[in-house]
DNA sequence: GCCAACGTTGGC
DNA sequence: GCCAACGTTGGC
C-alpha cells in the first residue's frame, strides 16, 4: 500500500474523481520512480494526500491501475517536466496510472497523522524533512490512518 | 512569502 | 569521489 501526494491546486482528489483516472506523470525523484515501477502493483491502494495547501492531509483513496511505463511528459520540450537527459530508448522516469477509489468524508490532516505517530510507528510521511511524494506505508499504517476518518474533523 | 531540509549537479 | 552551490519541496 501506498501514500502518493499531490498539490490540490495542481491535481486534487476531486480532479481524479472526475477523470475517474489518470497518468501519475511529473515525479522525478529516483526513490519514488523505483517504487512505482518496482514496488506497485494493479490493484494496490494509495493514500490521496494533499501537499503544499491550507489543510494537508489524505483526501481520499485511489488505486495503482496499470504497471509502469515511461512518462510522456519527460520527452516533450514544452512540458514543464520535460528531461533532454531522457531518451524514449532509454527512458529515465516512469509512471503509473492511478485510479478514484473515493474521497474521505474529511480530509485526515497531517497533524491527526502526527498525533497518531505512536500507533504508526516509522512513516516516511511524518519523519523529519521528508519530501518523498511516493512512499510505501504499511496495511497496519493504512488502516490506522483511514481509522481516525471517523474522528471529528 | 519564508525558510529548513533535502536531492541533484558539476567542478575539481 | 568529494562537496559547495543550487533548486525544489512543503509546512507554516
Known amino acids: 500500500m501506498w501514500l502518493m501526494k499531490s498539490e490540490p491546486e495542481e491535481f486534487s482528489i476531486d480532479a481524479l474523481a472526475r477523470v475517474a ?33 491550507a489543510r494537508p492531509g489524505v483526501a481520499g483513496i485511489a488505486e495503482v491501475a496499470s504497471a509502469a511505463y515511461p512518462d510522456p511528459t519527460q520527452f516533450d520540450p514544452d512540458s514543464a517536466y520535460y528531461d533532454p537527459k531522457s531518451t524514449p530508448a532509454n527512458p529515465r522516469w516512469l509512471l503509473v496510472d492511478i485510479r478514484f477509489v473515493r474521497r474521505c468524508k474529511h480530509v ?41 476518518e471517523h474522528d471529528s474533523p
Open 21 to 53: 483516472r489518470e497518468p501519475w506523470s511529473g515525479v522525478r525523484n529516483y526513490q519514488a520512480r523505483n517504487y512505482m515501477r518496482d514496488g506497485m502493483q494493479v490493484g494496490d491502494k494509495v493514500l490521496f494526500y494533499h501537499s503544499n495547501c
Open 108 to 148: 485526515i490532516t497531517l497533524d491527526a497523522i502526527r498525533n497518531a505517530a505512536e500507533q504508526l510507528g516509522d512513516l516516511a510521511l511524518i519523519r523529519r524533512g521528508n519530501r518523498l511524494s511516493v512512499m510505501p506505508v504499511t496495511p497496519a499504517q493504512y488502516h490506522h490512518i483511514l481509522s481516525l
